[in-house]
């Protein structure tokens, strides 16, 4: 393929907004109350969109007569690109809250580069995308707040999320082949350049949850070189059944 | 945010266009919405560029299906692409459309900042459609279409939708 490092530099950044929207979907009229669980399918709802946008642009640049449907539901795990935090199970509300504020601190500051992209597409998919997302980051920043400065039960079980997920922070940061060649093309961007405002922007949220912010600096990756968590097969498992099982099936 | 672009429209196409509205607030047509960015026929061809509202909008499919409807109605032939940038706001929607909508019971987009000053519960500015009065309160940032956040009166007690402000 001519364009493989765009290509694969599309799938870095849109993987994890497909991967996030499914796990969000599984909460559909699952939620804890109706409003939350609406804010939830409306969020997956954005980040589908988002997902749509970036995989027809990566199929109209393929030059394997690929369309949407093909990169979202007939890749094998391998080669999905998602950082490991989305595909991490709903264990509880906590954990849904606590992987969306995770998520979204890093992924607007991701957007607010990316619109200034030198690809006009990925600039004009970020410029869409940031106004979106930064209602998510106020609505999991509110919670995650609500929930650390609300009862006992509440407070232990934020805390609980954002321990056992802070392994997984590191990896946003983590730069691929794929995302350093972007980079030297000057269409992607230096994610390790935004590390360090994000660790205080997620820290400065924590102390006014009254939470701890997590001390370990045992950190974990893989997901955007391939390399999944076992959760990764079930969530494909569901997602890709329709295709499989009927293949070039449409509604 | 200012419209940076006006929308190229042909005014002999127009009135077609007015036919079309938003399934989700059937008072809005797509012009009233502001997302129809150029419509031109050429050749015995209508060519229209809409924009979505959000990424995700699942409106978008069905507005692309109606314009095309609407036109092979009057015996032409329409082609619709979708275009991301500039993004759309709110401020693209019309005055016309903003009225139509109150009365259609959803309340209009406030400023960017007065937006956030509501949304973080700081203020009471949202004019309730059914009364008329802001005291109102936010009850969830997401209401039933991502566009939209819920909220309720304090003085009528009813629930409400309030349409985002989005710049």
């Known amino acids: 393929m001519k364009n493989q490092n765009l290509y694969n530099y599309i799938l870095t950044i849109a993987d994890n907004s497909l991967i996030l929207a499914q796990r969000l979907g599984e909460l559909c009229g699952h939620g804890p109350n109706l409003e939350t669980d609406i804010a939830l399918t409306n969020i997956s709802l954005d980040l589908l969109g988002q997902t749509r946008s970036y995989y027809q642009y990566a199929a109209k640049i393929s030059d394997e007569n690929k369309t949407e449907d093909d990169i979202a539901f007939l890749r094998i795990e391998r080669e999905y690109r998602n950082c490991l935090l989305v595909e991490q199970p709903n264990t509880h509300f906590g954990y849904v809250i606590g992987r969306q504020f995770l998520f979204d601190v890093y992924h607007f500051m991701l957007m607010e580069k990316l619109q200034y992209s030198t690809d006009e597409t990925l600039a004009a998919i970020a410029k869409k995308g940031i106004k979106e997302v930064s209602y998510h980051k106020r609505f999991s920043s509110d919670w995650v707040k609500r929930l650390g400065d609300g009862t006992e039960e509440s407070k232990a079980k934020m805390q609980e999320a954002i321990n056992d997920l802070w392994r997984f922070t590191d990896e946003l940061f983590f730069m691929t082949e794929a995302e350093k060649e972007a980079v030297k093309e000057g269409i992607g961007l230096d994610v390790s350049s935004f590390k360090e405002k994000y660790y205080e922007e997620v820290s400065e949220i924590l102390n006014e949850a009254t939470l701890s912010v997590p001390e370990n600096n045992y950190f974990t990756k893989g997901g955007k070189d391939g390399v999944h968590t076992e959760h990764m097969g079930y969530i494909l498992a569901v997602l890709q059944y329709m295709q499989r099982t009927y293949p070039n099936m449409t509604w | ?167």
């Not at chain 2, 419209?3 to 127009?14: D, F, G, L, R, V």
């Not at chain 2, 692409?81 to 019971?105: F, H, N, Q, R």
């Not at chain 2, 009166?153 to 309030?162: A, L, N, R, T, V």
């Open chain 2, 1 to 167: 945010m200012t419209i940076t672009e006006k929308p190229n429209i042909q005014k002999n196409i127009i009135p077609v266009l007015e036919t079309v509205s938003d399934p989700e607030i059937p008072v809005l047509s797509v012009l009233d919405l502001g997302v129809i960015r150029e419509a031109i026929e050429k050749d015995g061809l209508v060519q229209i560029k809409l924009t979505p509202t959000y990424s995700g909008c699942p409106a978008m499919d069905v507005i692309a299906d109606d314009l095309k409807k609407a036109f092979s109605e009057i015996g032409k032939k329409a082609e619709v692409e979708l275009v991301l940038s500039p993004a759309w706001s709110t401020d693209w929607i019309s005055e016309e459309g903003l009225e139509k909508m109150e009365k259609y019971g959803i309340a209009r987009p406030l400023s960017e900042s007065h937006d956030k000053d509501v949304l973080l519960g700081e203020k009471k500015l949202v004019k309730c459609p059914q009364c008329g009065s802001t005291n109102t309160h936010l009850v969830s940032q997401f209401g039933s279409t991502a566009c939209k956040a819920l909220f309720k009166c304090d003085d009528c007690h009813e629930p409400f939708d309030y349409f985002k402000c989005l710049k």
